[in-house]
């Protein structure tokens, strides 16, 4: 067992967006930034924690591909939580393509920066 990576906490259930009509919201109100292969949209609530979702395109592979593409994002976003300015709703949205945990993990990390999200 690898005891040199960081402690990454729970993925609470509600640190999640699942409502449909929660992830309309951010995609209609939220603010977008993009980069090649993904896209984050946030948006401001008023809780003192961070809630995610993370949606994908339609025609995104099969059952099998979806679901390690969550897994991935899930992990990332465990290992970013600490990170994270708080009292955000976000949407992490991977377009199909390569599908591995550091592009995606750099996906996530830039389009943060990009979001001003990261703390200081």
């Known amino acids: 067992m690898n005891t040199d990576l960081p402690k990454t906490g729970r993925f609470k259930?509600?640190?999640h967006i699942k409502r449909s009509a929660?992830?309309?919201?951010?995609?209609?109100?939220?603010?977008?930034v993009c980069?090649?292969?993904?896209?984050?949209?946030?948006l401001q609530n008023e809780k003192d924690f961070n809630r995610i979702g993370f949606p994908l395109p339609r025609?995104?592979?099969n059952a099998v591909e979806r679901n390690a593409s969550r897994r991935y994002?899930?992990?990332?976003?465990r290992f970013f939580k600490s990170q994270l300015s708080t009292g955000f709703d976000m949407l992490f949205f991977v377009y199909p393509g390569n599908d591995s945990f550091l592009l995606r993990r750099g996906q996530f990390e830039l389009l943060c920066k990009?979001?001003?999200?990261?703390?200081k």
């Open 22 to 32: 929660e992830i309309q919201k951010l995609f209609k109100k939220g603010k977008k």
């Open 35 to 42: 980069i090649s292969g993904a896209k984050l949209f946030y």
């Open 59 to 61: 025609g995104y592979g």
């Open 13 to 15: 259930k509600n640190e």
């Open 73 to 77: 994002s899930r992990e990332i976003y």
């Open 114 to 119: 990009k979001a001003g999200l990261l703390k």
